[in-house]
């Protein structure tokens, strides 16, 4: 997932694709789509569940009723705002990047845009070291017992 998301994010980060202007549509990382940010996301809960599952049984659902039933509601809240976390967090850094990016190449077009299009490359880089780190959190988190 962190080699996804980093090339994702670097194909976006090394070429403005935004000033390449085509008919229909542009050119852009894949991360800066929120369709994909959002299957990366779900792809990381389908794996939570199923290795909390893979590893507890159906005792894995015993969690959302500890330490009192009457956190139910709250704990399966945040089984949907994991994912919502991680989609958006991504999406919105790499598009605002790409955004920053894309006006300054249009403004001054030959040396003021790579400054930020290197401090570009290292929040990218970032960006994929901490979703891939939130995802492997997340999943060992469903694997453990609560005591």
């Known amino acids: 997932?962190?080699?996804?998301?980093?090339?994702?994010?670097?194909?976006?980060?090394?070429?403005?694709?935004?000033?390449?202007?085509?008919?229909?549509?542009?050119?852009?990382?894949p991360t800066n789509d929120i369709n994909t940010t959002v299957a990366l996301a779900l792809l990381t809960s389908v794996a939570y569940f199923y290795a909390g599952l893979h590893k507890r049984g159906f005792s894995?659902?015993?969690?959302?009723?500890?330490?009192?039933?009457?956190?139910?509601?709250?704990?399966i809240l945040e089984d949907f705002t994991k994912p919502l976390s991680?989609?958006?967090?991504?999406?919105?850094n790499i598009l605002a990047d790409e955004l920053v990016v894309a006006v300054l190449v249009s403004l001054v077009p030959l040396i003021v845009p790579v400054p930020m299009m290197l401090l570009g490359l290292f929040t990218s880089?970032?960006?994929?070291?901490?979703s891939a780190t939130l995802a492997a959190a997340y999943i060992g988190e469903s694997m453990e017992g609560h005591h």
């Open 1 to 29: 997932m962190f080699l996804s998301i980093f090339v994702s994010n670097w194909s976006g980060a090394l070429l403005p694709w935004r000033v390449i202007q085509l008919p229909h549509g542009e050119l852009a990382a």
């Open 60 to 75: 894995y659902f015993g969690k959302y009723i500890q330490p009192t039933p009457v956190l139910l509601p709250i704990n």
């Open 86 to 92: 991680l989609s958006f967090r991504l999406f919105g």
């Open 125 to 130: 880089a970032i960006q994929a070291l901490i």
